[in-house]
């Protein structure tokens, strides 16, 4: 099959369009990382998803939006708890999902579970892609499973290539890590995987939320995931990634130690001028939006380069560095090293 990859016109928003309405598969740029789309309410469609990808069965798939009003229209849920409601008000459209008790939904999508994750997307392609499919849309993030998320067209490309008639390219995506997973489905609300929203903005809106055990620790052998997406390898590239907790001038220090063995380095803009080993820079120190947006990228470069071990930066567990720790944490299969 050729892969076509498309400007987003309106022409061409029609021609994907229709596509998905007729059950194929479509690579759509979304504000956090391009998705893998089919139409939510085909289940024959969703399940080519899971075979493009080479997903595992049970792990579900997010249901994409263009309009709140969709939830009732399409019966995707039993009913909107009050808290998703608020939540919807603060932060929809964008790099939000929200699990509640699901509807009429194909099992293929929620993978047999009897909650439903709901997002919609702030990216204006992705609301004028789901409008011109009339129908919510399943996607999960358009890499092969395991791979980093894609942030362009071009990584998706890369993926999919053949699998898949078309991706709409529209540019990179600016938040650059996934949407923020909470769960509503339960007594109470439980982030299942950090993102663009922090839990100090879903605080000021639920009040108290626990966090999941595997958001920021490696799952203990026999332990059962509140999300299955957390119990596979994620963003895992084929170097070693080794994580350093530590001052400026020590990881600097460390990582020029091994200099000539091969070692990178995955570093702040900052230690660039600093280091004598290859570096690969994520973002600005204390800049979370920028590491986050660029992460995803500079895994896939370390993968393209084919390094064997790397030195990363360890960030901040909490806040808005959350969600960048915890990608860069499975990356690294959760070692660390601490330097006193
Ligand atoms: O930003 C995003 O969320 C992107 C873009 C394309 O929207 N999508 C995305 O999808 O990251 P995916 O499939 O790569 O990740 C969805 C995560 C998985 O970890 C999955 O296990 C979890 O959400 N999930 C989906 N439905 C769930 C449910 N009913 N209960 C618990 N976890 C669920
Ligand atoms: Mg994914």
């Known amino acids: 099959m050729e892969t076509k990859v498309l400007l987003p016109t309106q022409e061409n928003i029609e021609t994907v369009g229709q596509a998905l309405s007729r059950g194929a598969l479509v690579g759509i740029p979304t504000e956090t990382v391009y998705g893998l789309a089919a139409n939510a309410l085909d289940g024959e469609a969703v399940s080519r998803i899971f075979k493009a990808k080479g997903r595992p069965a049970d792990n ?5 939006i263009s309009d709140i009003s969709q939830i009732e229209r399409f019966g ?13 008000d603060a932060y929809w459209p964008g790099p939000l999902t929200i699990i509640m008790k699901k509807g009429d939904v194909p099992d293929e999508v929620t993978a047999g579970l009897d909650t439903v994750a709901v997002r919609f997307p702030s ?20 890499n092969t499973s395991g791979k980093p998320s894609p942030t362009t067209a071009y990584h998706v490309l890369h ?22 997973v909470i769960t509503l489905a339960g007594e109470t609300p439980v982030l299942l995987r950090p993102g663009g929203i922090t839990p100090a903005q879903l605080e ?5 939320i626990e966090i999941a055990d595997a958001v920021l620790n490696k799952l203990r052998d026999g332990e059962t995931a509140a999300s299955p997406g957390m119990k596979y390898k994620h963003y895992a590239p084929g170097a070693r990634i080794v994580l350093i907790k530590s001052d400026d ?19 702040y803009d900052e230690d660039v001028g600093r280091l004598e080993v290859k570096a690969y820079p994520y973002g600005k120190k204390n800049d979370y939006d920028s ?12 993968d393209e380069d084919a390094a064997t071990l790397v030195y990363g930066r360890c960030p901040d567990t909490t806040g808005k560095a959350m969600a960048v720790y915890n990608r ?13």
Do not use: W
């Open 123 to 142: 990216h204006p392609v992705t609301q004028k892609i789901i409008d011109a499919a009339e129908c919510p849309l399943a996607a999960p993030s358009a």
């Open 159 to 180: 993926d999919m290539k053949g699998r898949i008639p078309y991706i709409v390219d529209g540019g990179m995506c600016e938040v650059g890590v996934e949407s923020t």
């Open 249 to 267: 001038d020590k990881y600097i220090e460390y990582v020029n130690a091994q200099k000539g063995t091969g070692a990178a380095a995955l570093c």
């Open 60 to 64: 579900p798939l997010i249901v994409h």
């Open 204 to 208: 000021s809106v639920l009040g108290h």
């Open 328 to 340: 860069l944490i499975r990356a690294a299969g959760f070692e660390v090293i601490e330097l006193a």
């Open 291 to 302: 590491q986050s947006m660029r992460l995803f990228t500079v895994l896939r470069k370390i």
């Open 76 to 88: 995707l849920v039993r009913e909107i708890p009050d808290g998703a409601k608020k939540l919807m």
